[in-house]
């Protein structure tokens, strides 16, 4: 198998051809390796050289054979080293895998490499000052997104069809907003966050995975979801299969749309049509749409999204050994010094403000089956324009910045619904716009009906970027 056949395959297709014996497995990760080693060089998207040999993994999963990346964004995988993306880590050591990794390994993933993050995860852009910026392969000089940026690169460019991300106020959408990809964040509880975590920060985070197509996230939901034995949080259990939902009709719905950022900031013009001509599809397809929004109160969501960042800081904090700080950028200490002045009532007061916010989103939904939404306020931003190591930000100036980006995604990690975001559109320059949709609490198998439906309607699965496996010399 050639580098050019390889990357025309998702992870469906590539799962087929090895169980069917129409490819082998073996050179399914050569073909891997060499498109990681061509793409690599551009984007810049991995924080480690390619593992050799691979992690291990099940030879008989539904997945048995495909090649995979994980997140340096913690303790992922065993034995692999971790950096936060952060120079003040100089590569701790996973003592265990996660409950989620185990089940990736489960499903035969072959995971050959760490893709990088900004540092600490939290910025969406990826331009951590240890590795450089994460380049888009839509445009080298714009940002891939964040905070699965490095991930969300390499999986656009076709070095593997599938890579581990994870979602604390968008770090999965957003990165799949920018590079054109299939980000889903997960319902509060769908998928586990053990052994080491009894929820992800504060309950405002999941993991998953970024794809190029709607059907590799459903198969590897239904390979992966579910708690962990001891975990807070249990999702509904799904109705039925996700990948048959594809396929499912999900009747007459009532479709919500929503162009006003939520936070009072500009939406670019080139983005806010795209949801709208999603919406008119839908329209056109027969469903209800209605210009709706749930009421957002901006102080709560601020309120919120501040308390979440002393969630995202205090694992170094608590950690055996304190990280240098001389040593990290400037809005990583800012995180650091609100989690050591955050009290026990501004916790409370922070909860209460996220209980009011979610039983807000929950009412709205109970009008509206779908909400569909720009994923960003604008379009991938230059290198260097949200200046994470400017030692002039404050922790609100901070979020007031990402809020300026994207307005869209992190309401629904307050709230724990599912929301996904699609690549339904392009702007007249080439790059890749994201159109977000979200559903109530627990309603995955909704998305994905809409999903599905919205990718045979408005197809992206032509469109690749100039920086593309085999399409690249070396």
């Known amino acids: ?29 050569a073909a891997a390796r060499q498109a990681l080693a061509q793409v690599d060089e551009h984007v810049n998207g991995l924080a480690l050289p390619v593992f050799s040999p691979a992690l291990d993994h099940a030879a008989d999963g539904p997945f048995a054979g495909v090649p995979f990346l994980i997140k340096d964004h913690g303790p992922v995988a065993e034995g692999v080293p971790f950096t936060l993306g952060s120079r003040a880590y100089p590569g701790v050591l996973a003592q265990r895998d996660t409950d989620l990794m185990a089940r990736f390994r489960a499903a035969g993933l072959v995971t050959l490499g760490l893709t990088t993050v900004p540092e600490l995860c939290v910025s ?47 770090s999965t959408r957003i990165p799949a907003a ?14 586990p966050c053990g052994p080491d975590a009894g929820e992800l920060v504060l309950g405002m985070a999941d993991e998953f995975v970024l794809t190029r197509t709607v059907r590799d996230a459903a198969g590897l939901l239904d390979a ?57 599809v839908l329209e056109q397809a027969g469903h209800v749409v209605e210009e709706a929004s749930p009421a957002v ?72 089956d779908v909400l569909v939404t720009p994923t960003l306020g604008r379009l991938p931003v230059p290198h260097g324009t949200l200046r994470y190591d400017d030692p002039g930000q404050t922790l609100r100036g901070w979020l007031e910045t990402l809020s300026g980006f994207g307005p869209f995604t992190q309401l629904f990690n307050t709230t724990g619904q599912p929301a996904i975001s699609l690549p339904l559109g392009q702007s007249a320059g080439g790059l890749p716009i994201g159109v977000q949709v979200a559903a109530a609490y627990g309603r995955e198998d909704l998305l994905f009906q809409v999903a599905a439906f919205l990718e045979r309607a408005m197809p992206w699965r032509d469109r690749v970027p100039p920086i593309f496996a085999g399409g690249l010399p070396g």
Not at 7 to 13: L, P, W
Not at 134 to 156: C, D, E, M, Y
Not at 178 to 191: A, D, E, F, P
Not at 311 to 326: H, M
Request: with cysteine; charged share 20%; net charge neutral.
């Open 178 to 191: 920018c590079c054109g990809l299939v980000g889903l964040k997960l319902s509060r509880g769908r998928g």
């Open 1 to 29: 198998m050639d580098i050019h056949e390889y990357a025309r395959y998702d992870a469906t297709g590539l799962s087929h051809l090895i169980r069917t014996g129409e490819a082998d497995a073996g050179e399914v990760e």
């Open 124 to 170: 969406f852009t990826t331009e951590p000052v240890r590795y450089g910026p994460v380049r888009n392969p839509w445009a080298l000089g714009r940002t891939a997104g964040g905070s699965s940026g490095g991930a969300a690169a390499l999986v656009a460019a076709g070095a593997v069809p599938v890579a581990h991300a994870s979602d604390g106020a968008g």
């Open 224 to 280: 992966v979801h579910g708690p962990g034995v001891g975990d807070k949080y249990t999702a509904p259990t799904p109705r039925g299969s996700y990948a048959r939902d594809l396929v499912t009709d999900p009747g007459r719905l009532r479709v919500a749309l929503t162009t006003t950022s939520w936070m009072g900031t500009d939406v670019d013009p080139e983005v806010a049509a795209a949801a709208v001509a999603t919406a008119r």
């Open 297 to 368: 109160d901006r102080d709560d969501a601020m309120r919120a999204w501040i308390i979440e960042a002393v969630g995202v800081a205090s694992p170094c904090l608590l950690a055996p050994r304190q990280p240098d700080e001389a040593r990290m950028e400037a809005v990583s200490r800012e995180f650091l010094k609100a989690a050591r002045q955050a009290t026990a009532l501004d916790m409370l007061a922070a909860f209460d403000a996220q209980n009011r916010i979610t039983r807000s989103a929950a009412a709205f939904f109970a009008g509206y």
